[in-house]
């Protein structure tokens, strides 16, 4: 099995079949009738594709962690164990890591890599081991790799009666990935990793005084220059793993995974609760479940619901066991004087304010299963 490592900069793929040509990765190709097909016609199809896709991920999707790859300590001093994930590569690539890897963070085989997907052991070529910097991080990496796969005999010509010496090739390209122990971070990495805030996807750059063009675009993100993810910062003493950090540099990809919607009134109004009222989950569970929606908020307790502060131990008691459809019965001035009764000084004010959060909030919850 060989190893094919794709140093692509900006996605180039690690077989271009058109060689010379600046946009081969831009071109399919055009089949008509008659046309002898070579293996360089197929395969380009198959560059063209896989580079689209790339760019894809990489332009609109950006790149990191999904989900998963979470790395823990080892049952054998010195060594992690890298639990199967999800990661989307610099260049665009998908890395899948299908099975738990346990790294030996003081080992690494010829290529400088201390794990890899797919790799045959070398029996006259094994791991050695490495004195890491003690005292100071290092950075557990991923990167995407491809190895050929699946050797085959072919003839050396086309035209003898098979009798020939055959020559061996490669007929599979398998995805696959390489784990590696950095001294330095890669120059995609900052030392302080901190993510874009929110309105980033959604906003435009500060048009410039200077600026005599009358469109301030978003730009295109340039290619990035290294392969590498980090999992974790890794703080060795000697061959023992001091400290464990998979918060610093961890870079994760926003998802859609778990978001979903449904159709119908019910489903609707009940996401409306979600929403715009912090009703607890268990409250929320009887909802999803129940055939009258208006019976079931009208039953609900008041406990169920948080006003913004909290409901605090004073206020649970007084509340408990009273619903929303009884509160509603009640206009605010009455329930509030109901629910704090006997309450003077201080602890009446913060008593009084979120007894009237409250009544607000059952009010809203009302409002919004009747619209």
């Known amino acids: 099995m060989t190893t094919i490592t794709t140093g692509c900069g900006c996605g180039a793929s690690s077989v271009v079949p058109t060689a010379g040509h600046s946009g081969a990765a831009g071109e399919r190709t055009r089949y008509y009738p008659r046309q002898v097909v070579q293996a360089a016609d197929l395969t380009q199809d198959q560059v063209y594709f896989r580079e689209r896709m790339r760019r894809h991920n990489r332009m609109l999707h950006g790149w990191g962690i999904v989900c998963g790859v979470r790395v823990r300590l080892g049952s054998e001093p010195g060594t992690v164990v890298v639990e199967p994930g999800y990661v989307m590569g610099p260049f665009g ?8 890897v346990v790294v030996d963070l003081a080992a690494q085989d010829p290529a400088g890599d201390a794990a890899s997907g797919c790799a045959d052991p070398d029996p006259w070529c094994a791991d050695v081991k490495v004195a890491r910097p003690s005292g100071r991080p ?3 990496a991923i990167a995407y790799t491809e190895h050929a796969c699946r050797p ?3 003839t050396s010509s086309g035209c003898g009666c098979g009798c020939e010496p055959g020559a061996c090739e490669y007929s599979r390209i398998r995805d696959s990935w390489r784990i590696r122990v950095l001294s330095e971070l890669p120059s995609t990495y900052p030392a302080h990793l901190v993510g874009p805030g929110t309105r980033e996807p959604f906003s435009c750059p500060p048009r410039s005084p200077e600026s005599h ?7 295109c993100s340039p290619c990035p220059t290294e392969p590498w993810v980090i999992l ?3 703080v060795l003493d000697g061959a023992t793993v001091k400290s464990l950090d998979c918060d610093s540099h961890r870079r994760y990809v926003a998802s859609f995974r778990n978001f979903f919607y449904t159709c119908g009134e019910r489903s609707y109004k009940v ?7 912090a009703l607890s989950d268990a409250a929320l569970g009887r909802l999803t479940r129940v055939d009258n929606l208006e019976d079931a908020v009208g039953g609900l307790k008041l406990a169920d619901l948080q ?5 605090g131990a004073g206020l649970r008691e007084r509340v408990a066991g009273i619903s929303v459809a009884e509160a509603r019965s009640q206009s605010r001035a009455e329930f509030i004087a109901r629910v704090t009764t006997g309450v003077h000084g201080a602890a009446a004010e913060s008593l009084v304010d979120s007894a009237g959060e409250l009544w607000d909030k059952s009010a809203r919850l009302w409002r919004i299963v009747r619209e």
Do not use: F, K, M
């Open 232 to 234: 974790a910062d890794i």
């Open 152 to 154: 085959v005999t072919v």
């Open 138 to 140: 290092v950075y557990l």
């Open 213 to 219: 063009s009358g469109c301030e675009c978003p730009q």
């Open 271 to 277: 996401q409306r609760l979600r929403d715009e009222i």
């Open 93 to 100: 690539d998908e890395i899948t890591v299908d099975d738990e």
């Open 307 to 311: 006003p913004e502060r909290g409901i």
